[in-house]
């Protein structure tokens, strides 16, 4: 089967303004990550690590520096012609901060059907507001909030209108940056609800990106971890919440809150990441690293399969066997 997206060794590099070596920052260094239709895939990691810069690239609203990008099967990195414009109705984006996605100066209502517009569909202006209403329906929300303006509404029904407006379009994929940072806990809790109801109904992919593990957990069927710009560990959530293989997911997993005596001894990490600028040799992470082996500090270790099947990018864990012999 042919995955929905396929991202093969992307990378974004920015050039250090002002320094006259030439460096470059490295904000995404060669990811690489498959997703199927109909699944979600969690990215997580510190803020600064890339997973909202590899969000824009795979929207399109970044250029890549390197790698290549594929959805449904077709090579979409280069594309910016007419095919750019009907790719980008099946790939849409809800953003952190409902408010700053929004336009003040439009109602609810003329904001959900201005995809529509854009891209010609649906002719006519009842059409298009019997389908805006219809979604915002779908996404839990009154019709006669239609004629509202966004500062009219609560910070969950903005995050609301956002979802209605991604989906009119009836995307195969859904690119979600932190939806519900900016949420109180219960309407994240619900909105995170409304997202898999969606799914299920619609069928479409999510990525999500979030630094809250717990929320990754809950939504997605498969996790990848990033660390200054490359992807260290990817697996299922019950592989690499009850069981994580890398040290830093370790870290990442021992500080999410758990509810009764705490069963894990959280793991506090010396120091803060490196600058992307300037990369450690060998392993990016062994500088912070409690179990960093010599071979870390002079070799940087290649995302392979692990034993159980998760990819892991670690001396420390061992090769599938089977895996290294293909």
Known sequence: MTALLSVDRLAKHYPVAGDRAGRMLHAVDGVSFTLEAGRTLGIVGESGCGKSTTAKLVLGLLPATAGRIAFAGAPVTAVR??????????????????????????????????????HGLEAGDAARRDRALALLEAV?????????????????????????????????????????????????AQVINLLQDLQGRFGMAYLFISHDLKVVRQIADE????????IVEQGRPDQL?????????EALVSAVPTPGPRRRERIVL?????????????????????????????????????????????????????????
Not at 84 to 109: C, H, I, K, N
Not at 223 to 230: I, S, T
Not at 275 to 292: K, L, Q, S, Y
Not at 298 to 324: K, M, N
């Open 81 to 118: 012609d007419a095919r750019w414009r009907a790719l980008r109705r099946s790939m849409q984006m809800v953003y952190q901060d409902p408010m700053a996605a929004l336009d003040r100066r439009l109602t609810v209502g003329d904001q959900v059907v201005e995809p529509l517009a854009i």
């Open 140 to 188: 839990g929300l009154r019709g006669d909030l239609f004629h509202r303006y966004p500062h009219e509404l609560s910070g969950g029904q903005r995050q609301r209108v956002v979802l209605a407006r991604a989906l009119i379009l009836d995307p195969k994929l859904v690119v979600c940056d932190e939806p519900v940072s900016a949420l109180d806990v219960s309407v994240a």
């Open 223 to 230: 996790v990848a971890v990033m660390y200054l710009g490359r």
């Open 241 to 249: 919440f009850h069981a994580p293989a890398h040290p830093y997911t």
């Open 270 to 326: 010396a120091g803060d990441p490196p600058n992307p600028v300037d990369r450690p040799a060998g392993c990016a992470f062994h500088p912070r690293c409690p179990r960093a082996l010599p071979r870390c500090r002079a070799e940087a270790p290649a995302l392979r399969p692990a034993p159980d099947g998760r990819l892991v990018a670690c001396h420390l864990v061992p090769a599938d066997a089977r895996a290294a012999a293909a």
